[in-house]
């Protein structure tokens, strides 16, 4: 175990969750601070382990040594003064290395027209809300990318409505709980677009594994683009109606919204632009015709225990509704 710790710690350099990868200042804070409290208890521990090892080799019982106790010797000043004051002086070091990097990252400053998004985790998927934008979407955020010529910070309120869960992609930023009746705050900076992965870390329920966060980054003008297809109303036409009929009249209403139909549930993903994302199920399914149909015959065999249930379906209307999911693009 003690030879196999370096490695959990440095885990996989080239994975997409690996802290020791930071792509925003936030992360950048964490990781500093962790390398900084990584080299000093490793210094400590190999100070130890070597002291350990040399009084178990050096001071061993061979053959010949005599049965009697060596010389016991009680009390030194010298020494219960260094095993006193060192001790001392490291944690107060980490506490003040600690404290700031806690400054550093909860007292950034919101500049003015920053974006704001309100996270909302839910047994088990992710709402992201946009107020400034009038957009909803669910398990895939997609926020500007912010370089040093164009600072774009997001700033994250992180709600439940449920347990507590917790928001963490590794690369942009801490682990921050979401918890009932409190609003918690992050923010991310991220310097390089593309797309990064998280995942719930607070244990919320039977699906808390399937709880994946995807954080796409885009560049400034494809971040504008997104948000105007997402504003948009779906496209879904007459060909289609009958599926549409199926949503209407089926149980799917109550929970899930499509702008412009009388689909406005708040309990389930908003589905009126669920063709925009590369996954359903928060990130555990890719989002393919089969598996679209796969998840509206019966969720609970993707994801047991996820909290849609199987609407019981004919072939028929199953297929009618999935041609219509198929279209809100
Ligand atoms: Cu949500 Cu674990």
Redesign the pocket.
Known sequence: MLLAAPLVAVGDPGSGTSIFRPASSNALAVHRYSLFVLGITGAIFAVVFTMLVVALVRFRRRPGDDAAEPPQVYGSEQVEVAWTVIPVLIVIVLALTTARTVFEVQDRAKPAGALEITAV?R??WWEFRYPQLGIVTANELHIPVSDAAHPAPTFLKLQSADVA??FWVPRLAGKTDLIPNRVNETWVDPHEPGLYVGQ?????GTQ?AK?LLRVYVHTRVDFDRWVEDQRASSAAGEAVAAGRRVFETTACLNCHTVRGTVGNGLYGPDLTHLMSRETIAAGSVPNTPDQLRAWVRDPNRLKPGALMPAMQLDDHKLDALVSYLLALR
Do not use: I, L, N, P
Request: proline share 0%; charged share 10%; aromatic share 16%.
């Open positions: 985790g047994q088990w869960h917790s719930c870390a607070e244990y919320c808390h709880m």
